[in-house]
């Protein structure tokens, strides 16, 4: 194993995180999202299978965002003149990003609202 290489590789990922914080405003308010619902489920008392799902969840919309914006650069490469299938595929991507987003927020409030509703008993 040749550990520069796997240290570049390391190097190339984190450069790519900031890359799309710094740029894009929708994955910055994701991670808060995100950040805040890890937290919820260190203070709560969630069942491992809730924790477990609630990372997965949070990591998927992370994942998802990070694609979209990664096919949105090379679809803009291409430039819409080009073809009007570049405004579907951005299309696609964008709604793709909206339907995982709703359903972790549908599972999030699933697991968190009973919590919160017995925090203000």
């Known amino acids: 194993m040749n550990f520069a290489r796997f240290s570049t590789s390391f190097a190339d990922a984190f450069r790519g ?3 799309v914080f710094k740029s894009e405003q929708n994955f910055r308010i994701q991670v808060v999202a995100g950040i805040a619902a890890i ?3 260190i ?3 969630l069942k491992m299978w809730e924790v477990v799902l609630v990372l997965l969840m949070v990591l998927l919309v992370w994942l998802v965002e990070m694609m979209n914006t990664a ?3 090379f679809t803009d ?3 819409p003149r080009l073809h009007h299938y570049v405004f579907v595929v951005k ?3 964008a709604g793709a990003v909206f339907l995982v987003s709703i359903g972790a927020m549908a ?3 699933m697991i968190f609202l009973p919590h919160f ?3 203000f008993k």
Do not use: C
């Open 71 to 73: 096919i949105e650069y």
């Open 91 to 93: 299309d696609i991507m």
């Open 107 to 109: 599972i999030g409030l």
């Open 39 to 41: 937290v919820a489920s």
């Open 17 to 19: 995180l900031k890359f």
């Open 117 to 119: 509703i017995n925090l």
């Open 77 to 79: 490469m291409l430039k």
């Open 43 to 45: 203070l709560f008392p």
